[in-house]
């Protein structure tokens, strides 16, 4: 295996990013924590040394683990990985406790204690519940504790589960305002090509910004215990730069890899944050389950991606769905294509009555106009070929 150039530069850069570092998602994979047909007991000690050592750093750290199907698949004697949603919720159930227990066990032999956090996407995808579970995090670092989170895949059935814990980790990302995002797996960052299947693949040392080139080359490999392949690595890395954190893919069973990597060690490959669009702009982006969607025309695509304008009344065409005022929806272009998302100042009703309408004419449709816009640029975040053009803080 080969690698992509390194230089001053990208040196420069990564430890550029690693400067104002100062919380830390850490997403551990289930063939990290497995091996032989049951929980690596080093693995877990080895993780516990180097969090204990980051927060005598000041570094504060949540982790995201997998591994509560794979250990309840061992517990239950079953020789593959559980396919059906009872046999999984199932696994998850038996296995949940075993690796609470070995976290506990590792991380209190240094000090540290650690609490059980337990999402599903309506968690998240529920601004309220989304804020809540905000402050119960930040709790529990004022308490100096560390979370491990993992999808509630007890209750989480197919239509509501978040997916993977890749894309698990990026939430919490945004969730806990994190600036670094760690995905410990068992490859040892991205490379052009599987490098278990072509030996003369190339890592990726450093990735300034991700693109549709660097997503064509991920693998979508499963392993016997994961889910994920590298395609969702990367699309957790793209999610996490939208909210300001970059993000490193690397092997999870190096010596010391925790450390070595904040210490700017070339490891893995890192991917730079982009732009911070805003934890609340990130949560419309991708977390809201969106309740519908808007069909726009030419000239809106246009004002909304070009000149970062809202969207008004004269640009819809269409209106799918039963969305309510304050409702997530998707924006779509003339070719259905994706254009972007926002939280709607009307509902469903009163916006098929004022489509494609002037602004003027709003009030003598609905007998009030209580906004000018249908989604405020505010409310409104560009996603058509993954860009951004509005970094407002908010």
């Known amino acids: 295996m080969t690698e992509h150039p390194v230089n001053e530069r990208t040196d420069q850069r990564r430890r550029d990013c690693l400067c104002g570092v100062r919380r830390i998602v850490v997403k551990v994979g289930s063939q990290v924590l497995s091996r032989d047909g049951s929980l690596d007991e080093e693995v877990f000690g080895a993780l516990a040394v180097q969090i204990a050592a980051l927060r005598q750093r000041g570094y504060v750290v949540a982790v995201v683990s997998s ?13 593959e990985r559980p396919r059906s949603i009872p046999l999984k919720q ?5 296995g949940q406790p075993a690796l609470m227990h070995r976290y506990h066990c590792c991380f209190a032999a240094h000090g540290l204690r650690v609490a059980q956090v337990l999402l599903t996407s309506d968690d ?5 519940r989304f804020l809540n ?7 529990l670092f004022e308490l100096g504790i560390v979370p491990i989170i993992n999808e509630n895949d007890t209750v989480a059935v197919e239509e509501i589960k978040l997916g993977d814990n890749d894309r698990l980790s990026s939430l919490v990302t945004n969730l806990v305002e994190a600036e670094l995002l760690v995905i410990l797996t068992d490859v040892d960052g991205f490379f052009d090509a599987d490098p278990r299947e072509h030996p003369a ?3 990726y040392s450093f990735i300034e910004q991700l693109t549709e080139e660097h997503l064509g080359r991920a693998t979508t490999t499963r392993g016997d215990l994961g889910l994920g392949g590298m395609i969702t690595k990367l699309e957790a890395a793209r999610q996490a730069a939208q909210s300001g954190a ?6 999870g069973v190096v010596a010391n890899v925790l450390l070595r990597l904040l210490a700017g060690e070339d490891l893995g490959t ?3 944050a982009a732009a911070d669009i805003g934890a609340r702009k990130h949560w419309i982006a991708y977390t809201a389950r969106s309740c519908g969607e808007l069909v726009v025309d030419a000239g809106a695509v246009t004002a909304l991606v070009d000149r970062g304008k809202s969207l008004l009344p004269s640009g819809v065409v269409a209106v799918l769905g039963d969305c309510g005022v304050g409702d997530p929806v998707r924006v779509l272009g003339p070719d259905g294509a994706e254009v972007a998302r926002g939280l709607v100042c009307y509902g469903a009703s009163d916006l098929r009555r004022i489509a494609g309408r002037r602004t003027s004419e709003i009030a003598s449709v609905l007998g009030a106009k209580f906004y000018d816009e249908v989604i405020h640029r505010n409310d409104l975040v560009v996603t058509i070929d993954h860009r951004q053009t509005d970094s407002q803080q908010e």
């Open 246 to 251: 970059s993000t490193i893919v690397a092997r």
């Open 124 to 128: 998240l995808h529920n601004r309220r």
């Open 90 to 94: 199932a696994a998850a159930a038996a």
């Open 67 to 79: 591994g509560a199907v794979a250990s309840g698949r061992f517990l239950l004697g079953l020789t």
């Open 201 to 203: 693949a190339t890592r």
């Open 270 to 272: 890192f991917i730079a």
């Open 133 to 139: 579970a905000r402050r119960t995090m930040n709790t």
